[in-house]
């Protein structure tokens, strides 16, 4: 079982989401599957199949790069490694919306590369109001990492006041938080950095979403 979801792990998850917005979740997915994925983006990369992320969706997107600096490329379930973690994400929305009655329509995803000096200035997810993007998750793909190659996912209270956790990007640890309730930035890192950004949505609509990796 490439996810890790026992009934203890659920638990922590929905009580976590409910009370702060945000759950940190270790050994999320098995290491095997992330190292499938991570050299997979790899050739992405080796093949020039990246793409430079922007701000915003649509004739709004732009490229800066005094904000964000990573590259992307979405997920379309076309490799075995792909259909293996949609097919648990499909399930992890099934229990939230069983759970907590969320109404979840779709999960769309992406590959982000930060090479070294990238960066992603804090943010939100999603516009309040806007009901688009609702559960974000972020599965980290970096094995061994250190530190001190810098990095971190931050994430602040709902005011941007206060800094709620500061989280290493290491292999197999997953993110889930509220997409229009945390703020949220990526430090610049000393070292390539991967992971997986994902966004539970309730409809097709775009409209008001931001295009964010992390």
């Not at 992405?44 to 649509?58: F, Q, S």
């Not at 939100?124 to 990095?151: C, H, I």
């Not at 509220?178 to 000393?190: A, D, F, N, R």
């Amino acid at each position: 079982m490439s996810l890790n979801l026992t009934e203890n792990i659920l638990d922590s998850l929905l009580d976590a989401l409910v009370e702060q917005g945000w759950f940190e979740w270790p050994n999320a997915v098995d290491e095997d599957l992330c190292l499938e994925l991570l050299a997979e983006v790899e050739s992405l990369d080796e093949e020039g199949e990246l793409r430079r992320a922007g701000i915003g969706r649509g004739d709004a997107l732009q490229l800066n790069k005094d904000i964000r600096r990573d590259q992307i490329k979405w997920l379309d379930n076309s490799t075995p490694p792909q259909q293996r973690y949609l097919k648990h994400m499909a399930n992890l929305q099934c229990q939230l919306n069983r759970a907590l009655f969320l109404g979840l329509f779709e999960y769309e995803s992406h590959f982000a590369l930060y090479k070294k000096g990238d960066f992603y200035k804090k943010h939100l997810d999603s516009f309040r109001g806007k009901a688009n993007r609702m559960v974000t998750t972020v599965l980290y793909l970096n094995p061994d990492w250190q530190a001190e190659w810098g990095g971190q996912l931050v994430i602040y209270n709902e005011d941007s006041s206060q800094k709620l956790a500061t989280i290493n990007p290491r292999i197999g640890k997953m993110v889930v938080f509220m997409s229009e309730q945390i703020p949220h930035e990526v430090l610049p890192t000393l070292h390539p950095r991967v992971s997986i950004a994902g966004w539970f949505r309730l409809n097709n609509s775009i409209a008001g979403a931001i295009d964010p990796a992390f």
